[in-house]
């Protein structure tokens, strides 16, 4: 069962999906393709690989460390540890998340990387997501616990940018800004560099209702555009929502840290009624413990339905286009992935419907949002390169990856 997400080819019953070259060369049923290996996928759902859209993977190390007192939250542990930080704490911390990604579907990643203490900080992890073969955006941002007075080292950022072709791993990996916001001179100059390179940026804001305003002090400065994408938004007028959509912005949401931490009930609906592009994202492991996407999807839904005192106030379908197609769109690579279309890159996964916890096959929508589980994911494949097969990760030790992880 093909789940193609995009809206003219539909969902396919018995069908194939032939990836040549990385990329999709056709989409249907009985399709011809001479000398390829075929993946038989009877019992399978085939849809596009998941989309996530704001992690800091450097924290996956803090898993479920986020105590239970002031002095032990979340934020006071990712800038204390956080400090002590070397760029192997940083290669360990990407390779876990990397590897925890592919387990989970998820074919794309955005590494909001807010602890660049160093060059070699930030080469060691992209170099972890090179290996690991994932497709992501590395976002360069201030080493956390800095004050608002430092900027990132824009030097470095700039070589960086310029040498991009050494580390892009044949198109997988982008580079953008993972901005504090327009706090003073030093941020404002991290900005001015990130548009001049022409690079996207990503911001926190209105994430406390203490620190409501943030999208209209962005309106106000003309800083909201496609380039830009904002997370959270918990505490967002319906002016700044309108704020978004004009200026054609998106939003991240990570519903599972947003309660967790106490922000709030994200505002998947009215963002999504505004035609502000909406994407969904695991945040950090510190505060959410791992990275389910169906679990997030679920979420998402829940909530929605509870604010609106509506079973059907956001069906399951419109949620797994928001961890699929319209993920891709906020992060401006729906040209390449997100969708299965002859042409777009080959970002797939396979989910194994003949297991326990879901068994009989309903609507395949509902079946994904409300019932399915990284153990489910049979087969992922990025740029046409399988990297889990049979459920297990494809040439990845992940005891090595585990045991590297927590001797750090």
């Known amino acids: 069962y093909v789940m193609t997400m995009d809206p003219a080819l539909g969902d396919l019953r018995s069908a194939d999906v032939h990836v040549r070259g990385g990329g999709i060369a056709a989409v249907g049923p009985g399709l011809s393709a001479p000398g390829a290996t075929v993946i038989d996928g009877t019992g399978m759902i085939v849809l596009p690989g998941l989309v996530e859209t704001h992690w800091h993977l450097w924290t996956t190390l803090l898993r479920s460390m986020a105590g239970d007192r002031p002095e032990r939250g979340y934020f006071p542990t990712s800038r204390t540890l956080g400090s002590y930080y070397t760029p192997a704490d940083m290669y360990a911390s990407a390779r876990l998340a990397a590897a925890e990604a592919i387990h989970s ?9 807010h602890n660049v203490r160093t ?22 941002g201030t080493p956390t616990g800095q004050a608002n007075t ?10 960086l940018h310029e040498r991009w072709v050494d580390y892009a791993n044949g198109g997988l990996l982008s580079l953008g800004l993972a901005w504090r916001g327009p706090s003073g001179a030093a941020s404002m100059r991290d900005y001015a560099v990130a548009r001049e390179l022409g690079l996207p940026v990503s911001v926190h804001v209105n994430n406390f209702e203490a620190s409501a305003g943030g999208i ?11 380039h830009l994408q904002v997370i959270h938004a918990i505490w967002s007028t319906p ?9 054609g912005a ?7 840290t947003e309660l967790r931490i106490g922000f709030g009930l994200p505002l998947t609906a009215d963002f999504l009624a505004a035609g502000v592009p909406v994407g969904l994202s695991v945040d950090t492991p510190t505060l ?8 997030i999807m679920k979420a998402v839904q829940n909530i929605e339905n509870g604010r609106s005192h509506n079973e059907f106030a956001l069906p399951a379908r419109r949620v797994l286009e928001l961890a ?22 080959a970002d797939l996964i396979m989910i194994n419907t003949r297991q326990v916890n879901l068994g009989v096959f309903g609507d395949p929508a509902h079946l994904l949002v409300e019932a399915a589980q990284p153990a489910n994911v049979d087969t992922v494949m990025i740029d046409g390169k399988i990297l889990k097969q049979g459920g297990a990760l494809d040439g990845v030790e992940v005891a090595a990856i585990i045991g590297e992880a927590g001797g750090s």
Not at 105 to 113: A, L, M, P, S, Y
Not at 239 to 247: H, V
Not at 250 to 256: A, D, H, K, R, T
Request: hydrophobic fraction near 45%; aromatic fraction near 8%; include cysteine.
């Open 324 to 345: 699929t197609i319209e993920g891709a769109r906020s992060m401006g690579i729906d040209s390449s992935v997100g969708s299965l279309v002859p042409g777009k890159r």
């Open 105 to 113: 579907g998820i074919t794309f990643v955005h590494d909001w990387c």
């Open 239 to 247: 002016a700044e929502i309108r704020a978004l959509a004009a200026g």
């Open 150 to 159: 430092a900027t990132i080292d824009l030097a470095d950022f700039a070589r």
């Open 216 to 226: 209209a002090a962005l309106a106000s400065q003309s800083l909201l555009g496609p």
């Open 288 to 295: 959410s413990g791992n990275a389910d996407m169906f679990a």
């Open 119 to 140: 060059p070699e900080h930030a080469r060691s992890d992209l170099r972890a997501l090179r290996e690991m073969g994932l497709r992501a955006r590395f976002s360069y």
């Open 250 to 256: 998106s939003v991240s949401l990570s519903p599972f």
